[in-house]
């Protein structure tokens, strides 16, 4: 089945500074691939997602892109700021499945 | 409107016990899911109910029964559980076009169970 890896899994930067965070995935044939937001206390929210067919999106300051044949995607946030520190995860689906598989998350904090 | 609700917010309960947790949406969406997240781990799928039938059973334990009674309603069964059970429960939804639609889940905030 499908595995996804993300690291790291904390990082810590200075507000407006860029963060980056990297996830890779087991299976070729996951064709979607959505990132979470969790803060303290709360459910994932989506921030942006990638389908396989898109190399590269970018909603205002947060960024991700995907390299099908390396079955590896990331996210890009810039110019960070303290409201962007989360957890933040990964997900693979694959294009045959209602399936989503979370990476481990990763512990942004942003410091003022 | 994107929102998930989910009741209780919180729920302490006895390894006798009988409780249930409650999911609900009103965004027409077809497809619902529960998912088991402990502390510092990511989101688990337990089942996927699609057109308020079950269509994934991720070999969940019969202690845990979910029940779909209408499209906008999703039920979490609770009986015997044990403390390693003690998570956060997490229920979604999606649109429900069918298998490998690529559709964005929508999460509600959960329920922190705790089983002594």
């Known amino acids: 089945g499908e595995n996804v890896e993300q690291h790291p899994s904390t990082l810590s930067v200075q507000e407006g500074d860029s963060a980056v965070i990297k996830c890779t995935y087991s299976?070729?044939?996951?064709?979607?691939f959505p990132w979470y937001k969790q803060e303290l206390g709360k459910g994932p929210q989506l921030i942006i997602d990638i389908r396989s067919n898109v190399g590269e999106k970018k909603d205002q300051r947060i960024a991700v892109t995907l390299n099908k044949t390396a079955k590896h995607f990331s996210l890009h946030i810039t110019e960070t700021q303290p409201e962007d520190s989360a957890v933040y995860f990964c997900a693979a689906e694959h294009y045959n499945t209602d399936k989503l598989i979370f990476g481990t998350g990763t512990r942004l904090q942003v410091f003022p | 409107d994107t929102e998930v609700t989910q009741t209780p917010k919180h729920l302490v309960m006895g390894m006798t016990n009988k409780k249930s947790l409650k999911c609900e949406q009103h965004m027409g969406h077809r497809a619902m899911y529960w998912y088991k997240q402990k502390a510092k781990k990511p989101p688990e799928l337990m089942f996927v109910?699609?057109?308020?039938?079950?269509?994934i059973n991720e070999s969940v334990p019969s202690r845990f029964s979910p029940e779909c009674p209408n499209s906008s309603l999703l039920n979490l069964h609770l009986h015997a559980l044990q403390p390693e059970d003690s998570a956060l429960y997490l229920c979604?939804?999606?649109?429900?076009?069918?298998?490998?639609?690529?559709?964005?889940?929508?999460f509600g905030p959960g329920t922190r169970l705790l089983v002594l």
């Open positions: 109910y699609s057109y308020e039938k079950l269509s």
């Open positions: 299976d070729s044939a996951s064709n979607y």
């Open positions: 979604a939804s999606s649109q429900g076009e069918g298998t490998g639609a690529q559709e964005t889940q929508y």
